[in-house]
Protein backbone atom coordinates (compact mmCIF):
# COMPACT_ATOMS: atom_id res chain seq x y z
CA UNK A 1 0.00 0.00 0.00
CA UNK A 2 2.80 2.61 0.75
CA UNK A 3 4.35 1.76 -2.44
CA UNK A 4 0.93 2.43 -4.32
CA UNK A 5 0.78 5.81 -2.18
CA UNK A 6 4.14 6.76 -2.76
CA UNK A 7 3.85 5.59 -7.11
CA UNK A 8 0.40 7.94 -6.98
CA UNK A 9 2.63 11.25 -5.46
CA UNK A 10 5.01 10.30 -7.66
CA UNK A 11 2.60 10.62 -10.84
CA UNK A 12 0.64 13.82 -9.35
CA UNK A 13 4.06 15.42 -8.72
CA UNK A 14 4.93 14.73 -12.52
CA UNK A 15 1.55 15.77 -14.19
CA UNK A 16 0.63 18.88 -12.40
CA UNK A 17 3.23 20.79 -13.41
CA UNK A 18 2.08 20.17 -16.87
CA UNK A 19 -1.46 20.90 -16.43
CA UNK A 20 -1.25 23.82 -13.45
CA UNK A 21 -1.72 27.48 -15.63
CA UNK A 22 0.71 29.35 -16.86
CA UNK A 23 1.29 32.23 -14.37
CA UNK A 24 2.34 35.80 -16.19
CA UNK A 25 2.84 39.15 -15.31
CA UNK A 26 1.72 42.23 -17.54
CA UNK A 27 3.00 45.87 -16.91
CA UNK A 28 0.44 46.72 -18.62
CA UNK A 29 -3.48 46.40 -19.37
CA UNK A 30 -3.05 46.20 -23.33
CA UNK A 31 -0.59 43.39 -22.80
CA UNK A 32 -2.18 41.01 -20.33
CA UNK A 33 -5.02 41.22 -22.42
CA UNK A 34 -3.23 39.99 -25.19
CA UNK A 35 -1.48 37.65 -23.32
CA UNK A 36 -4.76 36.14 -21.98
CA UNK A 37 -6.40 35.91 -25.73
CA UNK A 38 -3.48 34.05 -26.66
CA UNK A 39 -3.15 31.78 -23.48
CA UNK A 40 -6.80 31.52 -23.04
CA UNK A 41 -7.23 28.76 -19.97
CA UNK A 42 -3.72 27.67 -20.67
CA UNK A 43 -3.02 31.11 -18.50
CA UNK A 44 -3.45 32.92 -15.53
CA UNK A 45 -2.69 36.57 -16.21
CA UNK A 46 -1.86 39.36 -13.32
CA UNK A 47 -2.01 43.02 -15.12
CA UNK A 48 0.61 45.74 -12.43
CA UNK A 49 -0.88 48.52 -14.04
CA UNK A 50 -4.11 50.19 -14.41
CA UNK A 51 -5.28 52.25 -17.42
CA UNK A 52 -6.01 55.11 -14.61
CA UNK A 53 -2.25 55.66 -14.08
CA UNK A 54 0.37 57.19 -15.63
CA UNK A 55 2.86 53.94 -16.60
CA UNK A 56 6.16 56.79 -16.38
CA UNK A 57 5.25 57.67 -12.78
CA UNK A 58 4.35 53.90 -11.27
CA UNK A 59 6.87 52.86 -7.90
CA UNK A 60 7.61 49.67 -7.13
CA UNK A 61 5.24 47.87 -4.75
CA UNK A 62 5.61 44.82 -2.25
CA UNK A 63 2.82 43.10 -4.12
CA UNK A 64 4.34 43.52 -7.39
CA UNK A 65 7.60 41.62 -5.85
CA UNK A 66 5.71 39.37 -4.86
CA UNK A 67 4.00 38.54 -8.21
CA UNK A 68 6.98 38.77 -9.90
CA UNK A 69 8.43 35.92 -7.77
CA UNK A 70 5.56 33.73 -8.45
CA UNK A 71 5.71 34.77 -12.44
CA UNK A 72 6.60 32.11 -15.06
CA UNK A 73 7.20 34.58 -17.24
CA UNK A 74 6.82 38.49 -17.14
CA UNK A 75 5.62 40.40 -19.99
CA UNK A 76 6.49 44.20 -20.36
CA UNK A 77 6.58 47.31 -23.14
CA UNK A 78 9.98 47.93 -23.14
CA UNK A 79 12.19 51.35 -24.93
CA UNK A 80 12.45 52.16 -21.39
CA UNK A 81 8.59 53.10 -20.50
CA UNK A 82 8.81 51.18 -17.14
CA UNK A 83 12.33 52.11 -15.99
CA UNK A 84 11.40 53.47 -13.37
CA UNK A 85 10.31 50.49 -11.25
CA UNK A 86 10.54 46.95 -13.81
CA UNK A 87 14.72 46.64 -13.01
CA UNK A 88 13.56 46.81 -8.93
CA UNK A 89 10.94 43.98 -9.60
CA UNK A 90 12.83 41.55 -11.20
CA UNK A 91 15.73 41.77 -9.45
CA UNK A 92 14.21 41.94 -6.04
CA UNK A 93 11.95 39.33 -7.11
CA UNK A 94 14.79 36.59 -7.40
CA UNK A 95 12.87 34.73 -9.38
CA UNK A 96 15.50 33.30 -12.20
CA UNK A 97 13.13 32.30 -14.66
CA UNK A 98 12.25 35.87 -15.40
CA UNK A 99 15.88 37.90 -15.24
CA UNK A 100 16.67 39.37 -18.90
CA UNK A 101 17.58 37.01 -21.42
CA UNK A 102 15.53 34.27 -19.92
CA UNK A 103 12.72 32.68 -21.36
CA UNK A 104 10.50 34.06 -19.03
CA UNK A 105 11.50 37.87 -19.54
CA UNK A 106 9.27 38.73 -22.84
CA UNK A 107 10.13 42.18 -23.74
CA UNK A 108 7.29 43.41 -26.19
CA UNK A 109 9.37 45.80 -27.73
CA UNK A 110 11.64 44.02 -28.79
CA UNK A 111 9.48 43.01 -31.89
CA UNK A 112 8.81 46.74 -32.56
CA UNK A 113 9.82 49.30 -35.16
CA UNK A 114 10.64 51.98 -33.08
CA UNK A 115 10.54 55.51 -34.06
CA UNK A 116 11.57 59.11 -32.49
CA UNK A 117 15.20 57.52 -31.50
CA UNK A 118 17.00 60.48 -30.21
CA UNK A 119 20.36 60.99 -30.98
CA UNK A 120 21.33 62.56 -27.76
CA UNK A 121 19.12 61.56 -24.87
CA UNK A 122 19.50 64.54 -22.17
CA UNK A 123 17.11 65.44 -19.52
CA UNK A 124 17.55 68.79 -20.93
CA UNK A 125 14.83 67.83 -23.85
CA UNK A 126 12.31 66.61 -21.01
CA UNK A 127 10.92 62.78 -20.43
CA UNK A 128 12.80 61.80 -23.63
CA UNK A 129 13.24 57.85 -24.22
CA UNK A 130 16.13 57.20 -25.47
CA UNK A 131 15.41 53.74 -26.89
CA UNK A 132 12.55 55.52 -29.32
CA UNK A 133 8.63 56.51 -28.46
CA UNK A 134 7.47 53.39 -26.28
CA UNK A 135 3.73 54.18 -26.93
CA UNK A 136 3.63 51.66 -29.73
CA UNK A 137 0.47 49.64 -28.93
CA UNK A 138 -1.95 51.41 -31.06
CA UNK A 139 0.16 50.36 -34.36
CA UNK A 140 -1.38 47.45 -35.77
CA UNK A 141 1.89 47.14 -38.03
CA UNK A 142 3.73 46.36 -34.86
CA UNK A 143 1.08 44.66 -32.69
CA UNK A 144 1.25 41.98 -35.16
CA UNK A 145 4.93 41.55 -35.00
CA UNK A 146 4.27 41.74 -31.30
CA UNK A 147 1.49 39.25 -31.30
CA UNK A 148 3.76 36.35 -32.98
CA UNK A 149 6.97 37.29 -30.77
CA UNK A 150 4.39 36.14 -27.71
CA UNK A 151 2.84 33.36 -28.92
CA UNK A 152 6.40 32.06 -29.70
CA UNK A 153 7.34 33.20 -26.09
CA UNK A 154 4.30 31.66 -24.26
CA UNK A 155 5.31 28.27 -26.04
CA UNK A 156 8.59 28.76 -25.01
CA UNK A 157 8.06 28.54 -21.58
CA UNK A 158 5.17 25.77 -21.92
CA UNK A 159 6.14 23.18 -24.41
CA UNK A 160 3.44 21.17 -24.07
CA UNK A 161 1.36 23.88 -25.31
CA UNK A 162 3.53 25.41 -28.10
CA UNK A 163 1.04 24.64 -30.81
CA UNK A 164 -2.02 25.98 -28.94
CA UNK A 165 -0.28 29.51 -28.59
CA UNK A 166 0.79 29.85 -31.89
CA UNK A 167 -2.35 29.35 -33.25
CA UNK A 168 -4.07 31.59 -31.64
CA UNK A 169 -1.43 33.90 -32.08
CA UNK A 170 -1.97 33.72 -36.09
CA UNK A 171 -5.51 33.64 -35.74
CA UNK A 172 -4.94 37.16 -33.98
CA UNK A 173 -2.57 38.03 -36.13
CA UNK A 174 -5.72 37.26 -39.30
CA UNK A 175 -8.46 39.42 -37.23
CA UNK A 176 -5.71 42.25 -36.95
CA UNK A 177 -5.43 42.18 -40.61
CA UNK A 178 -9.16 41.98 -41.47
CA UNK A 179 -9.38 45.05 -38.68
CA UNK A 180 -6.80 46.82 -40.88
CA UNK A 181 -8.67 46.81 -43.85
CA UNK A 182 -12.17 48.47 -41.81
CA UNK A 183 -9.94 50.78 -40.39
CA UNK A 184 -8.21 52.42 -43.47
CA UNK A 185 -11.49 52.90 -44.40
CA UNK A 186 -11.78 56.08 -41.69
CA UNK A 187 -11.55 59.66 -42.49
CA UNK A 188 -8.11 60.63 -40.97
CA UNK A 189 -6.24 61.21 -44.08
CA UNK A 190 -4.72 64.70 -43.20
CA UNK A 191 -6.83 65.62 -40.37
CA UNK A 192 -4.71 67.80 -38.20
CA UNK A 193 -5.08 67.64 -34.78
CA UNK A 194 -2.59 69.28 -31.26
CA UNK A 195 -2.22 67.12 -28.90
CA UNK A 196 -0.96 67.43 -25.25
CA UNK A 197 1.82 64.45 -25.20
CA UNK A 198 3.35 62.64 -28.13
CA UNK A 199 1.46 59.40 -27.62
CA UNK A 200 0.36 58.93 -31.04
CA UNK A 201 2.76 59.23 -33.64
CA UNK A 202 2.69 55.37 -34.56
CA UNK A 203 -0.87 55.53 -35.50
CA UNK A 204 -0.77 58.67 -36.80
CA UNK A 205 2.06 57.61 -39.06
CA UNK A 206 -0.06 54.18 -40.14
CA UNK A 207 -3.05 55.93 -40.85
CA UNK A 208 -2.20 59.41 -41.94
CA UNK A 209 -3.62 61.81 -40.01
CA UNK A 210 -1.24 64.73 -38.23
CA UNK A 211 -0.20 65.94 -35.32
CA UNK A 212 1.23 69.68 -35.74
CA UNK A 213 2.06 71.00 -32.43
CA UNK A 214 2.30 69.49 -28.86
CA UNK A 215 0.46 70.91 -25.56
CA UNK A 216 3.87 69.91 -23.47
CA UNK A 217 6.76 71.93 -24.60
CA UNK A 218 8.88 69.41 -23.87
CA UNK A 219 7.88 65.35 -22.85
CA UNK A 220 6.75 64.80 -19.36
CA UNK A 221 7.23 68.95 -18.83
CA UNK A 222 4.64 71.69 -18.20
CA UNK A 223 4.29 74.24 -21.01
CA UNK A 224 5.57 77.53 -20.33
CA UNK A 225 3.39 80.23 -20.75
CA UNK A 226 5.04 81.44 -23.57
CA UNK A 227 4.87 78.05 -24.76
CA UNK A 228 1.23 78.49 -24.61
CA UNK A 229 0.67 81.77 -26.07
CA UNK A 230 2.41 80.62 -29.00
CA UNK A 231 0.40 77.47 -29.59
CA UNK A 232 -2.79 80.19 -29.26
CA UNK A 233 -1.59 81.74 -32.05
CA UNK A 234 -0.64 78.67 -34.15
CA UNK A 235 -3.63 77.52 -33.52
CA UNK A 236 -5.94 80.55 -35.28
CA UNK A 237 -3.36 79.58 -38.21
CA UNK A 238 -3.37 75.74 -38.39
CA UNK A 239 -7.09 75.15 -37.99
CA UNK A 240 -6.64 71.83 -35.73
CA UNK A 241 -9.63 70.01 -35.60
CA UNK A 242 -9.10 68.81 -31.71
CA UNK A 243 -7.00 69.05 -28.78
CA UNK A 244 -5.80 65.24 -28.14
CA UNK A 245 -5.53 64.21 -24.77
CA UNK A 246 -5.47 60.61 -22.87
CA UNK A 247 -6.98 60.00 -18.80
CA UNK A 248 -3.84 59.37 -17.54
CA UNK A 249 -2.37 62.84 -18.77
CA UNK A 250 -5.96 64.75 -17.37
CA UNK A 251 -8.31 66.97 -19.01
CA UNK A 252 -6.66 70.19 -17.17
CA UNK A 253 -4.37 71.78 -20.01
CA UNK A 254 -6.02 70.74 -23.13
CA UNK A 255 -9.78 72.12 -21.75
CA UNK A 256 -7.66 75.72 -20.63
CA UNK A 257 -6.47 75.17 -24.12
CA UNK A 258 -9.55 74.99 -25.66
CA UNK A 259 -11.10 77.81 -23.25
CA UNK A 260 -8.34 79.92 -25.17
CA UNK A 261 -9.03 78.79 -28.77
CA UNK A 262 -12.25 77.32 -29.50
CA UNK A 263 -10.57 74.04 -30.40
CA UNK A 264 -12.63 71.29 -28.34
CA UNK A 265 -10.93 68.55 -26.41
CA UNK A 266 -11.01 64.83 -27.08
CA UNK A 267 -10.21 62.29 -24.51
CA UNK A 268 -8.89 59.54 -26.18
CA UNK A 269 -8.89 55.86 -24.75
CA UNK A 270 -4.86 54.76 -24.37
CA UNK A 271 -5.74 51.54 -22.89
CA UNK A 272 -7.43 48.28 -22.71
CA UNK A 273 -9.89 49.34 -19.93
CA UNK A 274 -10.23 52.88 -20.60
CA UNK A 275 -13.44 54.17 -21.43
CA UNK A 276 -15.17 50.80 -20.94
CA UNK A 277 -12.73 48.86 -23.71
CA UNK A 278 -12.15 45.35 -22.82
CA UNK A 279 -9.74 44.10 -24.98
CA UNK A 280 -7.43 45.39 -27.75
CA UNK A 281 -9.80 45.10 -30.91
CA UNK A 282 -12.20 47.08 -28.99
CA UNK A 283 -10.12 49.75 -27.84
CA UNK A 284 -8.67 50.48 -31.22
CA UNK A 285 -12.52 50.68 -32.31
CA UNK A 286 -12.80 53.21 -29.64
CA UNK A 287 -10.10 55.23 -30.36
CA UNK A 288 -10.43 55.27 -34.51
CA UNK A 289 -14.33 56.40 -33.37
CA UNK A 290 -12.56 58.74 -31.30
CA UNK A 291 -10.69 60.63 -34.25
CA UNK A 292 -12.97 60.23 -37.14
CA UNK A 293 -15.82 62.37 -34.79
CA UNK A 294 -13.32 65.04 -33.40
Known amino acids: MKNILLTLLITISMVAPANAAIKVVATLPWIGSIAKDIGQNKVTVTTLIKSSQDPHSIEAKPSMIAAMRQADIAMYNGLDLEVGY ?131 EKPGIPPSSAHIERLIANAAMLHPRAILTTDYHGPGQAKFFSSKTGVKTVVVPHDVGAAGTRDWFSLMDAVFKALEEA
Not at 104 to 127: L, Q, T
Not at 140 to 161: E, F, R
Request: some cysteine.
Open 86 to 216: LPILIESSKNPAIQTGKAGNFNASVYVDAIEKPSVACRCNGDVHPLGNPHYHLSPKNIKKVVIGMGDSLAGVDHVNAAFYKANAAAFVKKVEQKQKEWAGRQLKKKPFFAQHKFFEYLAGEYGFLVLAYLE
